[in-house]
Each structure stands twice: as structure tokens, then as C-alpha cells.
């Protein structure tokens, strides 16, 4: 038996044929590309995230300034003299002004290597304030000088401005990379070799962590942590990278410090 297939009656003659509902249509939905003022304020706020984030994890690089740093007599002022003029002119006095001038180096003579601007920071206590203006100006390295030969009876105290440098807020958001000198290495036994300053260095600072810890995020200080918390403070976990090595301004001797300038701000 053939399937019995249901149909619609056909229309009745004379009447109208049957209506068919068009598509109900809606309004196109507006967006914030319709708002011109909407838009300008979501792509401002991108930026604003996108610069903090850029300085947090990297800090400006724009700037062209090495600071010089350490405790005093340690040697600042004549390295400072050695990098520009190739001399440190007989100039043992304890400096108390900071010494600041833009050059490329005496032993780039002869090269069109790219100008720096040097700082010299006198180490005395009362000016190290000065190191403030210069860090918060997008320095790109530090050199932090020590006098190897007479380190220990003034471990505490180098100690207590190394951590001073490391915490400062410009240095420790941006990440600021620092050089350990350990200067005067051309006394030979009576200077003190880089690898006992280091390991010294890092057991003072790991007790000022403790110590001074509660004091960051106030003064010149930030709540940024100088290494992991729940690991002994070394030079190889800083926050910051520091590298060591041992140099002589007096004998000439400073290749390393050059080498790690130039690192910061390239010749060309």
C-alpha cells in the first residue's frame, strides 16, 4: 500500500494569497567605536598600564648617566679623573662636591664613541643625599667603589651604603645594573681579594634585610624586595644584576669599569 502523504488544500479561488511575516530588523547595536570620546579614554588608560608596566620591569632607558658611588676614600674621584682625562692628576683628597661632566672615554680618544654623563658622588655621609637626583633620572649604571685594602675596618658602614643604593627607589624599579670595584688592587697582599669582599658584602646586607627591612617603602627607600625573601641575600639573586671585579684608578688598571660602562651606554 502506497504511504498516504498529507497536502495542504489548495486556495480557494478568489482569495488572497496567504501573507508571509518579513524578518523582524533591530537597530545596530552601538560600540565604543561610535563614541570617539569612549574610545580616547579606554586607549589612555591602555597606555597608562603599558608605561607602568614598561618602568617596573625595565625602567627608562633614554638616560646616558653612570653614577660613581662608595664609601669615602675609596677612590671615586681619581677613577673619575682616570675615565676622562687619562690621569687622576695626584688627586688623593677626600672629595666633598660632586664631580658631574659628560665625555666619552680618555681611552675611546680618537673614536667617535657616544658621550656619557659620569657622576661622582662624594661618599660622606651628610652628601650621599645627592645620589637621590641622579638615580631618579633614568641612570643606566653604577659603579659602587670600595677600597679593597682598607675594607674590613669599614665593612658596616660600606655595607649600610651598598643596601642605600640597592634600595633606592629609581635604582630598584628600574633595575639598574651595578659594578662592584674593588679599587686599589695594585697593593697587592694587603688588599683584600674581590671574592672575600663579595662574600662579606653579602652577609652584611643579609643582616640589614632583617634589620632595616621594616623600613622600606619610607624615606629614600622602596617596598621592592632586593632578592627572593625566603633565600640568604647574594649578589647572583639581587633584584638588580651586580657584577665584581678588581681595578687600580691609580695604576690604570681600569679596563673592567670601562667595559661595563660601555655596556650600559653603547659607544655607537
Not at 662624594?122 to 659602587?144: D, T
Not at 634600595?167 to 671574592?195: E, F
Not at 647572583?236 to 669599569?257: E, Q, W
Request: charged share 20%; with cysteine.
Amino acid at each position: 500500500m502506497d504511504p498516504i502523504v498529507a497536502s495542504s488544500p489548495p486556495p480557494m479561488e478568489g482569495s488572497a494569497a496567504p501573507h508571509l511575516q518579513e524578518p523582524e530588523t533591530f537597530p545596530p547595536s552601538s560600540s565604543m567605536l561610535d563614541d570617539p570620546g569612549l574610545l580616547g579614554t579606554v586607549i589612555v588608560l591602555l597606555l597608562l598600564l603599558l608605561a607602568g608596566a614598561w618602568y617596573v620591569l625595565g625602567g627608562s632607558k633614554s638616560g646616558n648617566t653612570v653614577i660613581l658611588a662608595g664609601p669615602s676614600g675609596s677612590g671615586k674621584t681619581s677613577l673619575f679623573h682616570r675615565l676622562r682625562d687619562g690621569s687622576t692628576h695626584n688627586d688623593f683628597v677626600t672629595s666633598m662636591e660632586v664631580n658631574d661632566d659628560t665625555f666619552a672615554l680618555s681611552s675611546e680618544k680618537g673614536q667617535a664613541a657616544k658621550p656619557m654623563q659620569v657622576v661622582d658622588i662624594p661618599g660622606n655621609p651628610r652628601l650621599r643625599h645627592k645620589l637621590e637626583k641622579h638615580a631618579s633620572g633614568g641612570a643606566r649604571g653604577v659603579v659602587f667603589l670600595v677600597d679593597s685594602a682598607d675594607f674590613m675596618p669599614h665593612i658596616r658602614s660600606t655595607a649600610e651604603y651598598l643596601f642605600e643604593v640597592l634600595s633606592n627607589p629609581g635604582i630598584a624599579k628600574a633595575r639598574t645594573p651595578v659594578l662592584l670595584g674593588c679599587n686599589k688592587s695594585d697593593l697587592g697582599a694587603k688588599a683584600h681579594t674581590m671574592d672575600f669582599i663579595r662574600k662579606k658584602l653579602e652577609k652584611e646586607v643579609e643582616l640589614l634585610r632583617g634589620t632595616r627591612g621594616a623600613l622600606q617603602g619610607g624615606g629614600n627607600m622602596v617596598d621592592v624586595p632586593l632578592a627572593n625573601p625566603s633565600e640568604p641575600f647574594t649578589f647572583a639573586n639581587c633584584r638588580n644584576k651586580i657584577s665584581i671585579a678588581t681595578v687600580s684608578a691609580l695604576k690604570d688598571d681600569v679596563g673592567p669599569v670601562e667595559t661595563f660602562m660601555r655596556s650600559c651606554i653603547p659607544a655607537k
